[in-house]
């Protein structure tokens, strides 16, 4: 059976950290684009973040530009977003995806809840 399973959520205060995993497990989901998103309690799911399948091209959405961090280690196959000066507008459920079949995220985790207090 083909899963992500995100970890590393919590509450913190803001301006701290977390590191958020995504562990992939049933195939190799080494070469292919994959990525973060988020959803507050209210809104829309919203983009995060993704990486290339080698790691070497990323992108982020402006409100987590220069703050947050993609990365992944093909060997362990696994995804990981690092979150530096954390925000209260950055609690959301995370949640990582994958793009496997087609030219959008097909395959997604259940998501890992991430709360920040002012």
């Known amino acids: 059976q083909v899963q992500l399973v995100e970890s590393g959520g919590g509450l913190v205060q803001a301006g701290d950290s977390l590191r958020l995993s995504c562990a992939a497990s049933?195939?190799?989901?080494?070469?292919?684009?994959m990525g973060w998103f988020r959803q507050a309690p209210g809104k829309e799911r919203e983009f995060v973040a993704n990486?290339?399948?080698?790691?070497?091209?990323?992108s982020y959405a402006d409100s987590v530009k220069g703050r947050f961090t993609i990365s992944r280690d093909n060997a362990k196959n696994s995804l990981y977003l690092q979150m530096n000066r954390l925000k209260p507008e950055d609690t959301a459920v995370y949640y990582c995806?994958?793009?496997?079949?087609?030219?959008?995220?097909?395959?997604w985790g259940q998501g890992t809840q991430v709360t920040v207090s002012s």
């Open positions: 995806a994958a793009v496997v079949g087609g030219s959008s995220y097909d395959f």
């Open positions: 049933g195939r190799s989901f080494s070469g292919v684009l």
């Open positions: 990486i290339r399948g080698s790691g070497a091209i990323t």
